[in-house]
């Protein structure tokens, strides 16, 4: 049978796009670098919302791309035939520029013609309106849909849907390909109409779905299957977003004045149609895992008993080497808690599978292998995202261990939630270890309780967060972090023009401007502040990787600066730009964070002023164009 494998998919996607004017740009890291509001990039469309909504995109009105994507509430689907936490988004995108005849016509053209899905087996779904806001059924979307079915010799009629249970209790009668559904197929980032504020944008979009027509119903899901349904009979592909309407008033909406496209494919599911696979892991990204697996463990991935595990470190794997290849590492906090988890659930599944030779690190190559040409700067990191894992699998093992002897100090009965978040909080077992083990000795685990303590512990972490950012930022916004970014660059830059002397003695830092004390006794020359301002545009320029590592306090004041006589706790956070293409660090600081992730979005650098403050200390106003 004739199928293109992963890589070849996501070359195809971008040649067609490009083809057809659309500029190509590369996928934003996992870290999303301008909202604070998230820990993860989850979508394709996540980096883009600024032009969406009315940003010009340096790069034109269309782009495509393929960007990666983690979903920490994916963690616990693990184990199914279709999710995966890391994936890839094929998008592309229209600011303004082309609209639903070119957009539905290009993604079936590419589906049907460059990658030869069978057109018998593609089912579409189209907004069916909703009344009480004024927005009409979007028979436009369906118009062009029947037209293109059509030009395979396909007659497809259409079926009113509305709610995802109205269909399951429907079902699709035969010659059925366009479907109307409500608040399924209307998209803003506030949820359904009645839910977005004024000024909000968002529209009707239109979701692919693709048969595979040997996976049996599953009744569990409702009487009937539809393309809607979860039962895995059909697999959602991709989805366009028109985005044509603003919220003007409660239940009113208008047109905007420009009107956008917003394409997201998931890379993965679209080859899973392509090579008629209904299981993820199948795909060929996955084989050299699975056949190492079933090797070492002498078990075979179709074993019922099994084939949870085989997912779960195949999924787990690949997620936390793409996650510590930008720049996160295993923590209990924020993003690394994330890595943590994934590389922990791995140890264990591994264990299931009773493998005793070697570790988790041992399959970073092969992984890696598969995305040589599409990600070159993670597979550059192998060593580095190797020792991690290596590092995390070891220090696991031994909390395992400690752990299990708790764990049997306090299973003589039914288990409390303040005992089981303790196994959580400080020896590292994740609750479902807790559980799995509890239900071997026939016990129970209160859970709620559980999660009341886990939830009294993420209000403790989110406030200490906020705390961390007082030290001079006045808030966490996307100007505020790229400020508070340049100011190590800057503090690097008057280093090496003016000398070491050079410390820093207070910052400020607004969405408008910074402003830098630091240590220095003369009045800048106008060519020093010169020579300041082309090193650092040099650096963002250069486009250099911010990341950070906690260190003991003792150990990293040997290789980072730090400043105005601070008192640090005995592991400190150091943040390091670099390394260039010489491989040397521009600066390593001292500092609680939070920074953007790469210094190529930071802007021009221009300092506007400087001046004396008090005797010896000198200040800097300077803003990013």
């Not at 520029?97 to 016509?105: G, P, R, S």
């Not at 979005?601 to 221009?606: E, Q, S, T, V």
Request: charged share 30%; with cysteine.
């Amino acid at each position: 049978m004739w199928s293109m494998t992963l890589d070849e998919i996501r070359n195809s996607y971008l040649a067609f796009f490009k083809k057809h004017g659309h500029a190509i740009v590369p996928s934003a890291r996992l870290v999303p670098e301008n909202d604070p509001t998230t820990l993860f990039t989850g979508s394709g469309m996540q980096p883009m919302v600024p032009y969406l909504l009315g940003q010009t995109h340096p790069a034109g009105t269309r782009v495509a791309d393929s960007q990666k994507a983690f979903r920490s509430g994916d963690i616990d689907d693990i184990g199914d035939n279709r999710h995966t936490t890391f994936f890839e988004m094929l998008g592309n995108w229209s600011f303004g520029d082309y609209f639903k005849e070119e957009q539905l016509a290009w993604i079936f053209d590419f589906l049907i013609d460059e990658i030869k899905l069978d057109p018998k087996r593609l089912y579409v779904s189209v907004f069916a309106g909703d009344e009480k806001n004024g927005l009409e059924k979007d028979t436009e979307a369906a118009d062009i849909w029947r037209k293109l079915f059509k030009e395979k010799g396909i007659e497809a009629q259409d079926a009113f849907m509305d709610t995802e249970e109205a269909a399951a209790k429907r079902g699709i009668k035969e010659g059925e390909r366009i479907f109307y559904y409500g608040a399924k197929n209307w998209w803003s980032r506030a949820g359904v109409p009645e839910k977005m504020p004024i000024g909000e944008p968002g529209g009707p979009d239109a979701e692919m779905f693709y048969l595979f027509p040997n996976v049996v119903h599953d009744p569990r899901f409702g009487k009937h299957c539809h393309p809607n349904c979860d039962c895995g009979r059909y697999l959602e592909i991709g989805n366009s977003v028109f985005m044509q309407f603003v919220k003007v008033a409660d239940k009113k909406f208008e047109y905007l004045p420009k009107k956008n496209i917003d394409f997201g494919g998931g890379l993965e599911r679209i080859v899973m149609a392509a090579q008629d696979s209904n299981d993820i892991i199948r795909l060929d990204v996955f084989n050299d895992t699975i056949l190492f697996l079933e090797k070492a463990s002498g078990k075979s991935y179709d074993d019922p008993e099994y084939i949870k595990s085989f997912r779960v470190i195949a999924d787990h794997l690949r997620a936390s080497i793409f996650l510590i290849g930008d720049g996160v590492t295993p923590s209990n906090s924020d993003q690394g808690y994330f890595v943590r988890r994934l590389l922990r659930r791995s140890v264990r599944h591994w264990d299931k599978l009773g493998i005793t030779d070697g570790g988790l690190s041992t399959l970073v190559d092969s992984i890696l292998s598969y995305y040589t040409k599409s990600y070159p700067d993670t597979v550059a990191q192998s060593a580095h995202i190797k020792d991690e894992i290596k590092k995390e699998e070891e220090k696991f093992r031994k909390t395992l261990k400690d752990g299990l002897k708790q764990f049997e100090k306090i299973s003589k009965a039914d288990i409390s939630g303040p005992d089981a978040f303790t196994l959580f909080s400080s020896y590292g077992f994740p609750l479902e270890i807790t559980l799995e083990l509890a239900k071997e000795k026939g016990i129970t685990v209160d859970e709620n309780s559980f999660n009341e303590e886990l939830k009294k512990h993420q209000e403790l972490s989110r406030i200490g967060s906020e705390k961390k950012f007082k030290g001079g930022l006045g808030d966490t916004s996307e100007m505020s972090l790229k400020y508070h970014t340049a100011t190590h660059l800057l503090n690097a830059a008057l280093r090496q023009v003016l000398g070491t002397h050079v410390m820093q003695k207070g910052s400020n830092i607004t969405p408008e401007r910074l402003r830098f004390d630091f240590s220095h006794a003369e009045k800048m020359t106008d060519e020093q502040k010169k020579h300041v301002e082309d090193l650092v545009n040099g650096w963002i320029k250069a486009d250099l990787p911010m990341n950070f590592t906690e260190m003991p306090k003792a150990e990293a004041e040997k290789v980072a600066v730090h400043a105005f006589g601070d008192k640090y706790g005995d592991v400190v956070k150091v943040y390091s730009v670099g390394p260039d293409a010489s491989g040397n660090y521009i600066s390593r600081e001292f500092c609680g964070g939070p920074h953007v992730t790469h210094t190529g979005i930071l802007g021009n650098f221009k300092i506007q002023k400087e001046e004396a403050v008090s005797q010896g200390v000198r200040r800097i106003k300077a803003i990013l164009q």
